[in-house]
Nanobody
Framework: QVQLVESGGGLVQAGGSLKLSCAAS????????MGWFRQAPGEEREFVAA????????QYTDSVKGRFTISRDNAKNTVSLQMNSLKPEDTAVYYC???????????????????WGQGTQVTVSS
């Protein structure tokens, strides 16, 4: 497993932007598919985006396509989520996640991931 620490959440008006960052404590960061999930109050945790080991391929849930961009910097052991054109329905706690070693692509289920950050709150006001 990997220790993950998120940052960058906050309060923003609809239409605004936020960038979430996640720092990973591991010597083998390139061994992990990385992802972002979110969980709204009373809802199940849902997949948002994932990125392959090299960063060459990404996947998004339909509701964020064209608005969110996931990226990673393997030299710095970080993964980011740039969120543009935010909507009130994007309000949730966002979690950085690392997939299980040996996972195949695509990895979009919560059960594909076994390393989780503490979460960061994103609130979008209308």
């Amino acid at each position: 497993q990997v220790q993950l620490v998120e940052s960058g959440g906050g309060l923003v008006q609809a239409g605004g932007s936020l960038k979430l960052s996640c720092a990973a404590s591991t010597l083998t960061f390139t061994s992990y598919i990385m992802g972002w999930f979110r969980q709204a109050p009373g809802e199940e945790r849902e997949f948002v985006a994932a990125i392959t080991w090299s960063g060459g391929t990404t996947q998004y849930t339909d509701s964020v396509k064209g608005r969110f961009t996931i990226s990673r910097d393997n030299a710095k052991n970080t993964v980011s989520l740039q969120m543009n054109s935010l909507k009130p329905e994007d309000t949730a706690v966002y979690y950085c996640a690392g997939a299980r070693r040996g996972s195949t692509w695509p990895s979009t289920k919560t059960t594909d991931f076994n390393s989780w950050g503490q979460g960061t709150q994103v609130t979008v006001s209308s």
